[in-house]
């Protein structure tokens, strides 16, 4: 399984765009990359997924170089709201199995 | 849909009673997964069903968990006899498919064992 690595954590204020970084340098030719959302207690709230190049939806935009050894998750202007934890995982569509890790905090402020 | 609904909310329990926790997938979802979520492990998961099957419970930490799913509609995981360190959030999970393309997750049953 590739292993990734994201930033523990990271400050923001309102209007603001937020770009999370991913490193997954031993990706695989099959694996996707997808990001999840967790408010405070709730369960984890999936956000987008993507091969390669961007995806875009009407919560976030997934940036995936030709490499595919980093992602990047960019939150157009974030609210307050938008204060959670947020799961990088990379894998093939098959495995059941992905580890969430850490994740990275976000906290929005006003 | 209701989404994955879960119950109880909240369970607070004494060392040594059985807990059992409660899960309704998405209807049509043909895969269910029940998730332990804590502070030093983050998610873990526990043991994953698809069409009502066991397919994979090796994430199970030991015999006092079990989980069933006796129909599409139902699951439950219990722990039997339960232990402090069993105090968690237990997520259940659910599925269209057999794989990781979008996993939609219930909010949760947040178990104190006293």
């Known amino acids: 399984l590739a292993k990734t690595t994201q930033p523990i954590s990271m400050d923001s204020y309102e209007g603001q765009e937020v770009n999370i970084t991913c490193s997954h340098n031993?990706?695989?030719?099959?694996?996707?990359i997808t990001w999840y959302q967790q408010f405070p207690s709730q369960g984890p709230r999936f956000i987008i997924q993507?091969?390669?190049t961007k995806v875009t939806n009407e919560v976030a935009s997934l940036f995936i170089p030709a490499d595919r050894k980093s992602s990047t998750l960019s939150l157009p202007r974030v609210s307050l709201s938008d204060t959670a934890v947020y799961y990088c995982l990379v894998g093939p569509l098959s495995d059941y199995k992905l580890s969430f890790g850490a994740g990275t905090t976000v906290t929005v402020r006003a | 849909d209701a989404g994955v609904i879960q119950s109880p909310r909240h369970e607070v329990t004494e060392m040594g009673q059985e807990v059992t926790l409660r899960c309704k997938p998405i209807s049509g979802h043909n895969s269910l997964f029940w998730y332990r979520q804590t502070m030093m492990r983050g998610l873990e998961l526990l043991i994953y069903?698809?069409?009502?099957?066991?397919?994979?419970d090796s994430g199970m930490p030991e015999d006092r968990f079990s989980a069933k799913m006796p129909n599409a509609s139902f699951s439950t995981l219990k722990i039997q006899p339960s232990e402090p360190r069993d105090s968690a959030v237990y997520f259940c999970?659910?599925?269209?498919?057999?794989?990781?393309?979008?996993?939609?997750f219930g909010s949760g049953t947040q178990l104190s064992v006293l």
């Open positions: 069903f698809n069409n009502n099957v066991p397919i994979d």
């Open positions: 993507g091969y390669k």
């Open positions: 031993n990706i695989a030719t099959n694996d996707y």
């Open positions: 999970a659910s599925s269209f498919s057999q794989t990781n393309e979008k996993l939609f």
